[in-house]
């Protein structure tokens, strides 16, 4: 059974730190296209936050936490983890790891064949 859990999500005051973690069981990550990671806020859209691909070694990320968010990868753990500095009220929303197992991006919903249940990042 393959799945995908999110867990490290909570309660930051602006300006603090979170670190969420996408933990697969039953597929090794090293073996996707790519993994990204998404939010959605209330109301809205699910956005593409970051991705990683290339067992790790290549990122991307949206404008608006360029500089501030770090996506990493430890294939020892099949883990794929996101660090979130600085962070700030609009951060907040539930966020959402999601594995591509064919081809093409990670940067938008419509790509990913795999999504864990989420995780809520609440920033005041």
């Known amino acids: 059974h393959v799945q995908l859990v999110e867990s490290g999500g909570g309660s930051a005051q602006a300006g603090g730190s979170l670190k969420l973690s996408c933990e697969s069981s039953?597929?090794?990550?090293?073996?996707?296209?790519?993994v990204g990671w998404f939010r959605q806020a209330p109301g809205k859209g699910r956005e593409g936050v970051a991705s990683?691909?290339?067992?790790?070694?290549?990122?991307n990320y949206a404008s608006s936490v360029k500089g501030r968010f770090t996506i990493s990868q430890d294939n020892a753990r099949n883990t794929v983890y996101l660090q979130m500095d600085n962070l700030k009220p609009e951060d907040t929303a539930m966020y959402y790891c999601?594995?591509?197992?064919?081809?093409?991006?990670?940067?938008?919903?419509?790509?990913?064949?795999?999504w864990g249940k989420g995780t809520q990042v609440t920033v005041s």
């Open positions: 990683i691909r290339n067992g790790g070694t290549t990122t």
């Open positions: 999601g594995v591509n197992l064919v081809e093409g991006s990670c940067a938008v919903e419509s790509a990913i064949d795999l």
């Open positions: 039953g597929y090794r990550l090293s073996s996707s296209v790519c």
